[in-house]
């Protein structure tokens, strides 16, 4: 199983994760993403690490 890390210092509340794998991320009250699930099985894998490749300041991170 991977698990996924949000910088927050780095997040500039774009949404593109949110955009694509919306069960995993949202943007927050605060304007920046919040990981709404960190566990991610491997059925999953592959669209959830798209997403995180999607984020244009790199603020995501998906460690196996």
């Known amino acids: 199983m991977s698990r996924i ?3 927050k210092h780095v ?3 774009i949404g593109m ?3 694509q ?3 995993y991320f949202q943007i927050g009250d605060d304007g920046l993403v919040d990981v709404v699930q960190d ?3 491997e059925s999953d894998r592959a669209h959830v690490q798209a ?3 999607s984020c244009p ?3 995501l991170r ?3």
């Open 5 to 7: 890390q949000a910088d």
């Open 11 to 13: 997040c500039e509340g």
């Open 17 to 19: 994760c949110e955009a």
């Open 21 to 23: 794998a919306d069960a």
């Open 39 to 41: 566990d991610v099985g």
């Open 51 to 53: 997403a995180v490749d």
């Open 57 to 59: 300041v790199s603020a």
């Open 62 to 64: 998906m460690q196996s």
